[in-house]
């Protein structure tokens, strides 16, 4: 029977699936494995090279899987199914992302904070949603924004403006937004200190549009910037890069992929918007890409575009350990 050479590993909650082959590429194992019998299983395999799909659990097991001696690789969930790839800008964009490195625990301790805040932050926007679509059945009716919300809950102190039924359920729905606001304001708390507290974080909060948020977001989640060849790789990882319909030798570009990390992306775009509101407002500087960008292009395409630029710019940065200097502007 030939060695295996290269195991494919399924993984699950309970059950797991291994699928060997040998150098030449034949099959030499197939194999049902359980969850307790995993890591035995592998002990006793000579070392070889382990590939699973960077799922649910996949790092965890990549890292025991390691500490028996084998060659671990993590698979982006796209390139799972052989010929499928994300949609990219031409045929170089995101080739580097085969493969997605190992995290460590403490990557995705970090990681975990914001994955939390997010779910926070939407079952806040869910409630807030609720409350005013709860008073506008009684004609009282808010704007949207959580700042507006201070009105219904004065109006739900008067004990005449709704049924009392009504009043003390919304009254149970303002007290679950209080505590998300407590609990939304202490992850924001931890996220400020692990952005002082890194230096690359702190370097990331040089660039136009990066906050203490989006650095921690990058050095948590966005993999070594060695993995990518040049920027525009990166950009394409992220989701940035737009699709392209090309035939007969023209180009045609259309919406950005979104294919790359939601997290990162909007983050980026939200950055971006917030340098782009203020150009609109002040004024960019004269003679610079973004002022000429918004004296022809609409406010949110130029805030895409930017977001797109931004992620080069943290790859460029990544890459050289500098901090961020501003482009000359011509006079």
């Given amino acids: 029977m030939s060695e295996v050479s290269i195991i494919g590993l399924d993984i699950a909650k309970h059950v797991f699936q291994a699928h060997g082959v040998d150098a030449r590429g034949g099959a030499v194992l197939r194999k049902k494995i359980s969850r307790a019998k995993l890591l035995p299983f592998f002990a006793s395999q000579p070392r070889c090279r ?5 799922c649910g659990g996949a ?7 390691a500490k028996l001696g084998h060659d671990v690789q993590l698979i982006a969930p796209a390139y799972v199914r052989p ?3 994300r949609q990219k800008n031409d045929a170089a964009d995101a080739e580097a992302m085969r493969f997605v490195p190992v995290k460590s625990e403490g990557q995705q301790a970090a990681a975990m904070v914001f994955r939390g805040r997010d779910l926070l932050v939407r079952q806040r926007t869910q409630i ?7 008073m506008a059945e009684y004609g009282w009716v808010a704007p949207k924004g959580l700042a507006h919300l201070d009105k219904l809950a004065a109006l739900l102190a008067d004990p005449t403006a709704v049924p009392e039924g009504v009043r003390s359920v919304c009254t149970v729905l303002l007290e679950s937004l209080a505590l998300l606001d407590r609990q939304i304001a202490a992850l924001d708390k931890e996220i400020v200190r692990r952005a002082r507290e890194d230096e690359i974080a702190r370097r990331l909060m040089t660039i136009p549009g990066i906050g203490p948020i989006t650095a921690t977001a990058i050095t948590a989640l966005a993999p070594p910037p060695g993995t990518f060849a040049k920027g525009r790789d990166f950009a394409a990882w992220v989701g940035l890069t737009p699709r392209q319909h090309s035939t007969g030798g023209k180009q045609k570009l259309g919406a950005i992929s979104k294919m790359g990390e939601r997290t990162l992306r909007r983050l980026l775009i939200i950055g971006s ?3 782009v509101l203020q150009a609109s407002r002040r004024g960019a500087p004269r003679g610079s890409w973004l002022e000429q960008m918004l004296a022809r292009k609409p406010r949110m395409l130029v805030t895409v575009a930017l977001a797109n630029k931004t992620a080069r710019i943290v790859w460029a940065l990544l890459v ?3 901090d961020y200097r501003a482009p000359a502007v011509a006079a």
Avoid: D, M, P
């Fill in 273 to 275: 918007s917030a340098v």
């Fill in 50 to 54: 382990v590939v699973l799909e960077a």
């Fill in 59 to 65: 790092h965890h097991w990549a890292r025991e899987l």
């Fill in 128 to 134: 807030s949603n609720a409350l005013r679509g709860h």
């Fill in 320 to 322: 050289k350990n500098e």
């Fill in 83 to 85: 010929f499928v790839k």
